[in-house]
């Protein structure tokens, strides 16, 4: 729906906000109060569609989506809205009017940075698409008070700074205290027969609050705003006033803290799971809360819980919220009353499990023991549902205990997540085509075996309204321009800037938006970090988690390559290049975090050395977030989507990349696959061992790093560099654990992740590239070709599949 506001309008709502909300005039106000203010009155327009959108989803009986995800990595909210609204130039004149510039206001959002990475910023991606296909959904999960940590680069590392990100409030939440429930945890359990049936008592158990809060996210031009509902932890009492009174105050404070802690902060593990208790508690925590809250406002609107499947379904992001499963199980049999297959025959028609990764230490588990003291009844209906699956694989597998027993819920003490979704869920979804093939032939293969209607893959998303329209303005007009908007409420219309690859001057334009979104990025870089980059060379980035597995240790180790091949011949052609790295490691993770400290000495070297510095600059982003991919990305020439073939489940950088221009380099992994088939090999640069070359070296143990090491001297030398005292670091023994990770392996096998296996074909297809890219006729032409065939990867394409597929839900 557009909402055609007058300028006059706009400017009376904002100045009015800050009148009566903050007892200001313009000239008072502080630039975080004429935020708020803005935000307030977008927020009043999306509030009223909300409200009344709501109330029509019950008139009309329609099933709602409950998508829980333990992560929404939403970003900021006000410009996006604005583009969705249909605003945004509305609101930047008036503010310019006003005498404020736009940017200004816009930083002063803090990021709601509730996620790690890809998983959680898809869910916020789905929430865009399905409020703008007027699908109604409830995003759930928990209101984090601290968000994933902020990352500041200080003496050569990454060092990490709490996210507060309430800490100046929040203006896009709404309380709901009246919705509160309480989520029990601990004690044991009592089965006791009453002449109504058994009852289930606990002993010794404790209860948390959960309060949600909600935020209404609206789609382009929606009618069905989405509802992002995030429960928060409080403790069910006040001060014990018996320690109170007696002026023990830290023991009355403490039972408060011990409540509170569960939703105080985001753990900042991204594709790894660790069995921690207070990670099991968050997960129980909003699981429980949200299936308490379907289950009452069920009973409100229609009374008869039978019929819960016709008016909601779950999707589970990941295994984080498997345990809304036997929740539900809970909720019907020990409160509702009802039998076990009844309870079953509602539950497993309502379930659906997305799958994200193939990593063995990605799959969650827990110790029983450890599940048994804190989710004593829960623990008990998993076992039930592990004895009945048995049953079912029993008659599959007569005979066979070490498949059962590979295949079973529960089982060497151990309770296992996605055995657990497999078993109940309709549908068991993983990220692209290639994870959906390796899922069903590798990882869950018995499984698929016993129920091959379950598994499919639908390939990912990303919204281009906040990727395209919110994150590059000019290249979104110049599209515009040409086409129409039209492609932004319906994607298939961007195949039509297909036919604008035949205009040179839509190329040259094309390529100019290219230039101004570089020197946006060198003027952003120059303010946030002081540090200079040239737009006129080529932008090469490496932008995403630091994880092993993605390789930013190849990059810089063909880095080193480079440096080393000018040291030698100063004559040799190198197309002058500013690689960008952006990238958190977890604060746990050793590795990763010495793979930074090798890029920043990396970057310390080459770019002072009087022989490349003026061709080759690296630089390192602090803190790779929503926001600064929203002004990375767009700067791009050249996508790094490097990741050891098999291993990324899908990416969504790598669609981001794309839709903006940038040509990619990358393995034909996750959805590189399917970008390669959309753009054509002639417009994407594909290199190293593919998934079954992998494979195979895995299954038959024949890979032989130092075979590699010994026969290529430009590998040799890159790899020397790390320790023999070429990098300017303190100690020549920093980098020995990278070095020999790689060529000996210490606690595992040596180059778990084949870069020296891809470490020649890279450099040469790089080679090959740069080429390509000093041709800036070619250039151009596959750079837009790249944008011209992103239409594949919107949401809102990944969006019509899980509904023509899973869901079935109709449009308000
Ligand atoms: C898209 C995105 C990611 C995921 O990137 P991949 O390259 O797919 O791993 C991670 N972090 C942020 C901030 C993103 O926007």
Not at 27 to 35: F, L, R, V
Not at 528 to 533: N, S
Request: hydrophobic share 40%; glycine share 6%.
């Amino acid at each position: 729906m557009a909402h055609e506001r007058s300028k006059e309008e706009i400017k009376e709502g904002i100045l009015g906000k800050l009148k009566r909300h903050f007892g200001k005039t313009l000239e008072e106000a502080t630039k975080d109060q004429i935020y708020k203010s803005c935000a307030l009155s977008i927020r009043d327009v999306i509030v009223e569609q909300w409200t009344d959108a709501n109330k029509q989803v019950l008139n009309q009986g329609l099933k709602r989506l409950y998508y829980l995800s333990a992560e929404f990595l939403m970003g900021r909210a006000l410009v996006n809205n604005m583009v969705n609204l249909h605003l945004l130039k509305e609101y930047n004149d008036v503010l310019c009017d006003m005498g404020l510039k736009p940017d200004e206001i816009e930083e002063q959002e803090r990021d709601a940075g509730l996620g790690n990475g890809g998983l959680g910023r898809l869910a916020a991606c789905f929430l865009d698409s399905l409020s703008t296909l007027d699908l109604p959904v409830t995003g759930c999960s928990i209101r984090y008070e601290y968000g994933l940590f902020k990352q500041r680069i200080l003496d050569g590392e990454q060092v990490e700074v709490n996210d507060n990100w309430l800490e100046a409030g929040n203006v896009w939440e709404i309380p709901r205290p009246e919705e509160q429930v309480e989520v029990r945890f601990g004690g044991e359990i009592e089965e006791i027969w009453t002449e109504t049936g058994l009852k289930i008592r606990y002993k010794n158990s404790y209860s948390v609050l959960a309060i949600p809060y909600d935020y209404p996210v609206i789609g382009y031009m929606s009618k069905m705003p989405a509802t992002l509902r995030l429960w928060s932890a409080k403790a069910k009492t006040g001060l014990d006033m018996n320690y109170f009174n007696r002026g023990d105050y830290a023991q009355a404070m403490q039972e408060r803290e011990l409540a509170e802690v569960i939703s105080k902060v985001l753990y900042p593990e991204d594709n790894h799971e660790q069995g921690r208790q207070l990670r099991l508690k968050q997960f129980y925590f909003f699981t429980s809360a949200t299936m308490q809250h379907i289950v009452r406002k069920h009973k409100q609107n229609y009374g008869d819980l039978h019929t819960l499947p016709n008016y909601f379904t779950v999707q589970i992001n990941d295994t984080h919220p498997t345990l809304a499963i036997p929740e539900l199980l809970r909720i019907l049999m020990d409160e509702e009353g009802m039998g076990w297959d009844e309870a079953m025959d509602i539950v497993g028609r309502m379930f659906n499990y997305t799958n994200h990764t193939v990593l063995v230490e990605g799959l969650e588990c827990w110790n029983e023991e450890l599940f048994q003291s804190l989710l004593p009844r829960i623990c008990q209906i998993i076992q039930v549902l592990n004895e009945k699956f048995c049953d079912r694989l029993w008659q599959a597998y007569p005979g066979q205990w070490d498949k059962i027993g590979s295949m079973a819920i529960v089982a060497y003490g151990e309770i296992r997540m996605a055995n657990l979704c497999i078993a109940v869920c309709g549908k068991v979804n993983g990220v692209s085509r290639l994870h959906g093939e390796i899922l069903k032939t590798r990882t869950f293969r018995d499984f698929y075996t016993v129920f091959p209607d379950k598994f499919l893959g639908i390939t990912n998303g990303v919204t281009h309204r906040r990727w395209l329209a919110k994150a590059n303005q000019p290249l979104t007009e110049l599209i515009a321009d040409h086409i129409g908007d039209g492609f932004l409420k319906d994607y298939r219309e961007m195949d039509r800037i297909g036919d604008l690859l035949l205009k040179e001057s839509f190329l040259d334009d094309f390529m100019c938006v290219k230039r101004k979104n570089k020197e946006r990025l060198a003027a952003h870089l120059k303010k946030t970090q002081g540090i200079e980059i040239d737009p006129g060379t080529v932008f090469d980035v490496h932008a995403k988690r630091l994880h092993e597995y993605k390789r930013q240790l190849l990059k810089a180790l063909h880095i080193l390559h480079l440096y080393h091949l000018r040291k030698t011949n100063p004559q040799v052609q190198i197309e002058p290049a500013t690689f960008l790295f952006a990238a958190k490691a977890s604060p746990g993770y050793a590795r990763a975090k010495n793979i930074i400290r090798l890029i920043l000495a990396v970057a310390k070297l080459v770019n002072n050395d009087p022989d490349t510095k003026d061709i080759l600059r690296v630089v390192f982003i602090e803190n790779y977030s929503v926001s600064e991919a929203e002004v990375l990305i767009p700067a791009a020439d050249i996508s790094e989507q490097i990741s050891t073939a098999g291993f990324e489940a899908s990416g969504t950088g790598n669609m981001k990349f794309m839709m903006n221009g940038a040509v990619t380099i990358g393995t034909m992994d996750g959805a590189n696959v399917e970008i390669s088939e959309e753009v054509g090999l002639d417009n994407i640069f594909i290199f190293g061992a593919s998934e079954q070359d992998i494979e195979k070296m895995e299954r038959y143990g024949t890979y032989k790093p130092g075979e590699y090491y010994e026969q290529n001297t430009d590998l040799r030398y890159a790899l020397n560099a790390m320790i023999d005292g070429t990098l300017p670091v303190a100690s020549d023994r920093q980098f020995s654990d990278l070095y020999h990770s790689l060529l000996f392996g210490d606690m595992d096998r040596a180059d778990r992740y084949y870069l020296l296996y891809d470490f020649a074909p890279y450099a040469q297809v790089y080679e090959t590239m740069m080429s390509v890219y000093r041709n800036k006729d070619e250039w151009k032409r596959m750079a837009a070709m790249n944008t011209a065939k992103s239409g594949h990867f919107a949401a809102d394409r990944t969006i019509h599949e899980y509904n023509d597929k899973i869901w079935h839900l109709k449009e308000m």
